[in-house]
Every structure is written in structure tokens, then in C-alpha cells.
């Protein structure tokens, strides 16, 4: 694996995420996954043209929201680590694949999956039942990342409105 010197957000991550576009958060759409629409065609019109959507006002503040709920989450997930979950951009060492990961542990086996407190993820988290779109992307992050697993988790940043499971790959 590959560590890119680069922050997520970041103009050289978003210079990153353009050169190598084989990405985790794209891998459902490819699969046919997608949860808001976005078809294989789309996608691959978006990279050839190198199209990027706008991010209306909303959309920024659930994205805004999700960050904030994302680093008060990664402290609790640390506690149960007992160890430090470094945010970090990476690529399989042919450079094929990229992943950014919202923690990988210092020994870089255990990875850290972070998404906003909703009621619908929170019933496939208790059942252990994710939909395609959570299931490709965590693939294909334990690909980028040869991890044991991912402490995937959907919270609004507290002990109290959180959920999570130890995702492991599927053979």
C-alpha cells in the first residue's frame, strides 16, 4: 500500500482522486450500487470529461456535519482500539486502486468507516445487513488497504446515537 501525502478536502486530494478515479466512494456506482442515482455511464462521462458536480448548500452542510460527527466518532473508536486511527489517502501498490480511509490503525490493519447518524443504516448495522453501496465500498477499501476488517460506524458523533460492526471481507 501506497500513503499519498495528502489530507481529504485538500486541493492536492482532489488532485489525487482525479489522477487515480478508481476510488472506494466511486466503487458502488460502478457495481450498479449507487444510493442517489448515479449510473456506470454517468461516472464514466464525469472521468472522461473531468466534470466535477457542484456540491449545492445542503449538500455541503451534510457533508459538514458528517466531518464534525466523523472526528468526535473516530475518538470513541480509538478508545475501544486503544490506539490512534490516522486519516489517511492510499493507493495499492500498483497504484491501481485509491481509498481514503476515515482511520487506519498504526499496525495498518484495522480500518475506520465513518458515516452520519441515519435510521435507515442504523438497522443494517444492528441486523448486519448493509445495502451494495456500503458493502462495495468497504471492499474495496480492505483491497486498497490488505486490512483484517473495518469498524464501520453510523453515528451523530456521541456513545448515545451511534451504532457499529467489525466488517470483515467477503471471499
Not at 66 to 78: L, T
Not at 144 to 168: H, P, Q, W
Request: proline share 5%.
Amino acid at each position: 500500500m501506497i500513503i499519498l501525502p495528502v489530507h481529504q478536502g485538500e486541493p492536492a486530494w482532489h488532485t489525487a482522486r482525479a489522477k487515480y478515479y478508481r476510488t472506494a466512494s466511486r466503487a458502488p456506482i460502478v457495481k450498479g450500487a449507487s444510493l442517489y442515482g448515479t449510473t456506470r455511464n454517468n461516472l464514466m462521462a464525469e472521468i472522461k470529461n473531468g466534470v466535477v458536480k457542484e456540491i449545492d448548500a445542503n449538500t455541503q452542510a451534510l457533508f459538514d456535519a458528517g466531518h464534525a460527527a466523523e472526528e468526535s466518532a473516530r475518538k470513541i473508536v480509538e478508545g475501544y482500539l486503544k490506539a490512534p486511527l490516522l486519516p489517511l489517502t492510499c493507493l495499492t501498490d500498483d497504484e491501481y486502486l485509491l481509498a481514503s480511509f476515515d482511520g487506519i490503525n498504526e499496525e495498518l490493519r484495522v480500518g475506520f468507516e465513518h458515516k452520519l447518524a441515519n435510521e435507515k443504516l442504523f438497522v443494517q448495522i444492528h441486523t448486519k445487513s448493509l445495502d451494495p453501496f456500503y458493502f462495495w465500498q468497504l471492499e474495496h477499501q480492505i483491497i486498497v488497504g490488505n486490512l483484517d476488517y473495518i469498524i464501520f460506524m453510523c453515528s451523530a458523533g456521541t456513545r448515545e446515537r451511534a451504532a457499529y460492526l467489525k466488517y470483515r471481507p467477503v471471499p
